[in-house]
């Protein structure tokens, strides 16, 4: 019983010491190569299978990444899209308002309402024309939030009106400066495509439904009116004048997602015989409001072949299939119903402790802001559809806007039991919250406390374990500059895989991580950014000689997103020392933007480090293009080949990926 108060001391002490400042989930690329980035966060860090990064560079996204493996400390992410090439050290951020797939899709279905029909906007490259003052009257209007490689982020949702495939103007002043497609809209944000822009759109801008006409009363057509508003009249409500015409039938779903082929091939210029082929196919559908219900459902999953060169071991053959599937599953989720269900191969996005299931999660709730429930299945093995041993729990709620609410809280408390072999495996609470002051402030925080019963007690001689602590937050700290601080505390548990581990041999030291910067981001184009981190690790008095893995890092670099006519540079360095090594890098790179999307990026880039066991110093150098084309359709195609040369690598990289985005 006192074991159980002072967990429930420890997390209140955990909540109220965490920093009123930002909220996003921070991780840093610890390993990058043309066709994979890895990452320092994983399920402890609130990253899921399916989540979407961005890579930041001060206030810029210069590169957006999407999570296709991930363990409990460390992630592999796949390159969506990047307009600089991607360095070891750089940050990248959950993107928390995108779980659909964000970037290009074709022509929505048709607005039942009939302004709407009668007011379409076509996709063509030049910007539309300034609609008349009665098209914006009386309607919404919203704020871009911020911007990714493919989609510009928008502070309103479903609650304001927004739906799949409605358009909106960005106006500066009474000029009309791009045209964007709603893809993707949760309750209060919603994610867009741009279909045409005079000027790139910039955070802060407003938007503007286009054909709001409809909220103009019928009776202003009882009165003279000038020409612009008898050119808008022709959308209000008519008397019939002939036979009723039946409105178009919705259609059964609406389907969003995408799907690629990739191949990547590096070639290895020493004698160890290193090639390396990587070929890869990749799904992400949603199928939304099936049957005219609150229903969707999700796939994401991928096929990839390994081929090497020769055998490195018998756990790394010449050739290997790493085949995966992350979700399958039905979610029927009513806005404004008391009851809520997923069902399938469930991913974590949502309630990131409770991890991976495959079975049945249900919520209730209990009064508007208060959500309890229950979950139970098999622990889900990605690999395939076979599950790992039981898994149940239950869980409460509080959130009065929702996840993707830029406001106010959500917070989940939940208890969760793994079993295996006949016997628990793990048990422990998670609690994990979001903090936002609007635009100013935000704030991301998880604990997990494991309870210590039965064997797990008896081997470790304790009641309770802090496993995992840590909190993300930013702080607008002038309307052109961000602060962010995060931190992490890990320590590993015991579960049924290391049950057997000697308690001599088992690492439980605490692993304590820091990072803090700032990101400045001008509106002109101009952006700097400066930042530091280091990586402690507690003492070990059995093996003090491993002291010295402690790091530390900093960061900084200056760039202009737009120089002249969509041309962008930048220069960044980032430096490093710990007990075995210390050097750094510096990057230099120029990049091509074109109104209708395709991009261009060639970057030149040079490291050195010293190995403080042998006095070796090493250097290493490459040259990398990275081009992006925008093809009918919805099409895509993406190109990246890197020339190294130097004491690590040396040798051509390429990859190439052809998709489609729907």
């Known amino acids: 019983m006192r074991s159980l108060v002072a967990a429930t001391a420890l997390f209140g002490m955990t909540l109220a010491m965490a920093p009123s400042a930002g909220a996003e989930t921070q991780v840093k690329v610890t390993r990058q190569s043309l066709a994979r980035v890895d990452v320092d966060g994983g399920l402890v860090h609130g990253l899921a299978l399916g989540d979407r990064l961005r890579v930041v560079d001060g206030g810029d996204t210069v590169a957006q990444l999407e999570v296709v493996q991930v363990s409990q400390r460390a992630a592999e992410c796949r390159v969506i899209s990047a307009e600089r090439r991607i360095r070891v050290g750089d940050i990248a951020v959950l993107v928390e308002d995108a779980p659909a797939a964000a970037g ?48 510009v982020y928008l502070d309103g949702g479903r609650a304001a009106g927004l739906e799949e495939g409605r358009h909106l103007q960005v106006l500066d002043g009474s000029t009309v400066v791009a045209e964007l497609e709603v893809v993707y809209a949760a309750e209060h944000s919603a994610s867009c495509r741009t279909l045409s822009e005079a000027r790139p759109v910039r955070p802060g801008d407003r938007a503007f439904l286009v054909g709001e006409v409809a909220s103009v009363p019928p009776t202003a057509t009882a009165a003279p009116a000038p020409e612009p508003a008898e050119a808008a ?91 995966r599937i992350y979700e399958l599953a039905l979610r029927y989720d009513p806005p404004e119903g008391r009851l809520g269900f997923e069902l399938g191969r469930i991913g974590v996005s949502r309630f990131v402790g409770i991890g991976y299931l495959d079975g049945v999660l249900a919520r209730y709730r209990l009064r508007p802001r208060v959500q309890i429930g229950a979950f139970g299945g098999r622990q889900a093995d990605i690999t395939n559809l076979d599950g790992t041993g039981s898994k149940y729990g239950a869980f409460v709620r509080l959130s009065p806007g929702g996840r993707y609410s830029r406001g106010g809280y959500d917070v989940l408390l939940a208890f969760v039991r793994e079993n295996a072999e006949g016997d628990v495996s793990r048990e422990y609470l998670s609690l994990e919250s979001r903090f936002a002051g609007g635009g100013r402030w935000s704030l991301f925080q998880r604990a997990e406390l494991d ?65 803090a910067g700032l990101n400045v981001a001008k509106p002109g ?132 990926e052809l998709g489609i985005v729907f």
């Open 104 to 151: 290009r899709e074709d022509e929505g279905p048709p607005a039942p309402e009939a302004s709407q029909d009668a007011s379409p906007v076509p996709p063509s490259p030049p910007p539309p024309p300034t609609p008349p003052a009665a098209a914006r009257a009386g309607g919404p209007s919203f704020t871009v939030e911020y911007l990714s490689a493919d989609s």
């Open 233 to 323: 009249s022709v959308t209000l409500p008519r008397e019939p004048t002939g036979p009723a015409q039946e409105s178009p039938a919705p259609p059964w779903a609406r389907v969003h997602g995408s799907a690629s082929l990739g191949y990547y091939r590096s070639t290895d210029g020493f004698e160890t015989d290193l090639d390396y082929q990587e070929r890869t196919a990749r799904i992400d559908l949603r199928a939304y409001d099936i049957a005219g219900q609150p229903l969707t459902f999700a796939l994401r999953g991928r096929l990839r072949e390994d081929i090497r060169a020769r055998e490195l071991s018998r756990r790394t053959p010449a050739s290997l299939r790493t085949d």
């Open 451 to 515: 309870i210590l019963r039965g064997w797990r007690q008896e081997v470790t001689g304790k009641s309770y374990q802090f496993s995992n602590i840590g909190f993300t937050g930013n702080l607008k700290v002038t309307p052109s500059s961000w602060a962010f601080v995060s931190y992490s505390g890990l320590r590993n548990y015991r579960y049924y895989r290391n049950r057997l581990v000697p308690e001599d041999v088992f690492d439980s030291l605490l692993r304590q991580g820091l990072r």
């Open 525 to 656: 184009g101009f952006g700097a950014t400066a930042g530091f981190g280091m990586s402690l690790k507690e003492k070990d008095p059995l093996h003090p000689d491993l002291d010295i893995a402690d790091a530390y890092s900093f960061n900084g670099g200056v760039r202009h997103a737009n120089l002249f006519r969509g041309i962008s540079a930048g220069l960044d360095g980032y430096g490093f020392t710990n007990g075995y090594t210390q050097g750094g890098m510096v990057t230099a790179r120029a990049g091509w933007r074109a109104v209708a999307g395709h991009t261009l990026d060639l970057s030149y880039g040079y490291s050195r480090y010293d190995v403080e066991q042998t006095q070796e110093n090493r250097t290493q150098q490459w040259l990398r293009l990275l081009g992006r084309g925008q093809l009918p359709y919805g099409l895509y195609v993406l190109g990246d080949l890197e020339l190294d040369s130097g004491d690590d690598l040396d040798g051509p990289r390429a990859f190439v």
